[in-house]
């Protein structure tokens, strides 16, 4: 009976024994579990863009500068902007600020070689990091952006007039971050993007990617309004056609 009981007793003792190993084991692999968790970086999640289309009618309200017209294109679906002869320029700003990621599609046909296609991007005051103010006089001149107390990026493309290709300038200052190799300069339909998301900036033409690059500036600029700028040669004024506007915001 002794032994019976001491053999009952032992295995007792043993399932006991191996139940709380398995218990410590578990325990054990929770810890690790957790600590693994806890060290393994979370990536960011990137917030998706909202596009907005922009009619032509809405265009219209945007701010006008410099002497020429904007206006809609009969049977074209599209906004005419051109010069007048003795024209500094002219110059479609959006009402809205946009912040430092934005993406701007859209379709352009330059309707003479000497049109040259500007499009400006965050443009805000240098010196508050806000909104500018344009005076009662400006009339249209390219300086006024690139020169003078406005800081933005400036794309200049279909610019085989002045005998340049497509650019990315910092401004004021402008100071050059990307030159592509190649001219753009046919004036037929252009389907282009144009985009930043921080210090990156691209242009594609036509599905091609032109300018990529990274504004290595260690300040970096707000963000700000968006323009549509046209410029012919002295004697030959510009004019585009500009539809199918989608901001991405």
């Known amino acids: 009976m002794y032994y019976l009981s001491g053999r009952f007793y032992m295995k007792i003792i043993s399932i006991a024994l191996f139940s709380l190993m398995i218990v410590i084991s578990g325990c054990s692999s929770e810890n690790e579990n957790s ?7 979370v990536k960011p999640v990137e917030k998706a863009l909202t596009p907005r289309n922009i009619s032509p009618a809405e265009l219209l309200d945007w701010q006008f500068y410099g002497d020429g017209e904007v206006r809609i294109a009969e049977f074209a679906e599209a906004v005419f902007m051109h010069e007048s002869d003795d024209s500094q320029g002219v110059t479609l700003v959006s009402p809205d600020i946009y912040g430092d990621n934005v993406v701007v599609k859209y379709q352009v046909k330059p309707m003479t070689y000497e049109s040259v296609c500007v499009f400006i991007m965050s443009a805000s005051d240098k010196n508050t990091g806000g909104d500018y103010s344009v005076p009662d006089d400006y009339n249209g001149n390219f300086a006024f952006w690139t020169q003078q107390d406005i800081q933005n990026y400036a794309f ?26 190649r001219h753009f300069s046919r004036e037929v ?46 004697g030959n004024p510009g004019a585009i056609q500009l539809k199918n506007v989608i901001i991405e915001k």
């Not at 970096?220 to 700028?229: K, S």
Request: net charge negative; proline share 6%; charged share 20%.
């Open 35 to 41: 600590s693994e968790a806890a060290n393994t970086p």
């Open 156 to 181: 200049a493309f279909h610019n085989g007039a002045h005998d340049r290709k497509p650019f990315v300038i910092r401004n004021p200052g402008m100071n050059v971050l990307y030159e592509s190799d």
């Open 189 to 234: 339909w252009h389907d282009i993007e144009i985009g930043r998301n921080g210090n990156t900036l691209w242009l594609n033409i036509d599905g091609e990617s032109v300018i990529n690059v990274t504004d290595a500036n260690t300040v970096q600029l707000p963000g700000g309004r968006i323009a549509f700028r046209l410029r012919g040669t002295p």
